[in-house]
């Protein structure tokens, strides 16, 4: 089921957006389903897409967050703390389906 989604959100990656952006603490609980999604997942979206800019930025204590940025510069966050790696799929999928 969640390789069936990765596909398919890797696939319409750069009809919208322009960059995604997914921040998140090192070692927090918080943080601990989006590092499982990017160990599960991140490599999947790549091969889908190697032009697509798709960060991770790490920092001590800061709150998981994704970053979606569409056209013209706008952006859209979605807060992604104590969620798993599932919940963090589904909300990476509901910012490439966003209307900007």
């Known amino acids: 089921m969640a390789a069936s989604v990765v596909r398919t959100v890797g696939s319409n990656l750069g009809k919208n957006l322009r960059e ?20 599960q997942h991140y490599v999947t979206l ?10 991770i930025r790490e920092c001590s204590g800061v709150k998981a967050k994704l970053w979606a940025r569409y056209d013209f510069g706008k952006e859209r966050s979605v807060p992604l703390d104590n ?11 509901a910012a490439v389906n966003a209307k900007p």
């Open 83 to 93: 969620m798993n790696a599932d919940q963090v799929l589904k909300a990476l999928e």
């Open 46 to 55: 790549k091969k889908a897409n190697p032009e697509f800019p798709f960060l």
């Open 20 to 39: 995604i952006r997914l921040h998140l603490c090192q070692t927090s609980e918080a943080s601990q389903g989006v590092r499982n999604f990017i160990e």
